[in-house]
């Protein structure tokens, strides 16, 4: 499902003020390309790509973006999916949490490529205790990705 993103200029200091209560939570401090990745990332319905995020942000350099990036999934304010070109696509996470919070499956179409987090499905608790997995392994979450057409490509 998509999130919806008001727009207007009482959404952007809204949306401004809740991207500052984040960092404060997370104990981060407010820079501006802080709040400008926090802010592509709330507007945008699908995860995005470095160049994506790039492309909306005005003289901000490549690498303070992935580092910026970095930071965020640390802290667990973003999460990231691997795309269909094998880049990894950012997205805002629901909550700020000591647990992983990437608990939702994405959805990648294998013809045009797009990705959507289906923030309305929940992986089940015990999907990792089910597929009896070694105890070699030390899981810390999972990631569920399905593949398939989106409905533009489908028709």
């Keep these: 499902m ?3 993103i008001p727009n207007g200029p009482n959404a952007n200091r809204k949306s401004a003020a809740a991207s500052e209560a984040r960092l404060r939570g997370s104990g981060l401090r407010k820079t501006p390309v802080r709040i400008g990745v926090l ?3 709330t507007r945008s319905a699908r995860p995005m790509s ?3 995020i790039l492309a909306r942000l005005k003289g901000v350099d490549t690498v303070t973006v992935y580092r910026t990036l970095h930071t965020f999934l ?4 973003v999460h990231r999916v691997r795309g269909e070109d094998r880049s ?3 997205a805002i996470s629901p909550e700020v949490s000591p647990k992983p919070q ?3 499956p994405h959805f990648v179409c294998d013809q045009c ?3 959507d987090c289906l923030d309305d499905a929940r992986i089940p608790a015990n999907f990792v205790a089910s597929l009896d997995v070694s105890r070699d392994y030390d899981i810390r979450w999972p990631e569920v990705v399905l593949h398939g ?4 490509c489908r028709t």
């Design 149 to 152: 057409l989106c409905r533009r």
């Design 88 to 90: 990894w696509l950012y």
């Design 50 to 52: 470095v160049p994506q």
């Design 113 to 115: 490529g797009k990705v």
């Design 74 to 77: 640390r802290k667990r304010l």
């Design 102 to 104: 990437h608990l939702h």
């Design 2 to 4: 998509s999130r919806h």
């Design 39 to 41: 802010e592509v990332l």
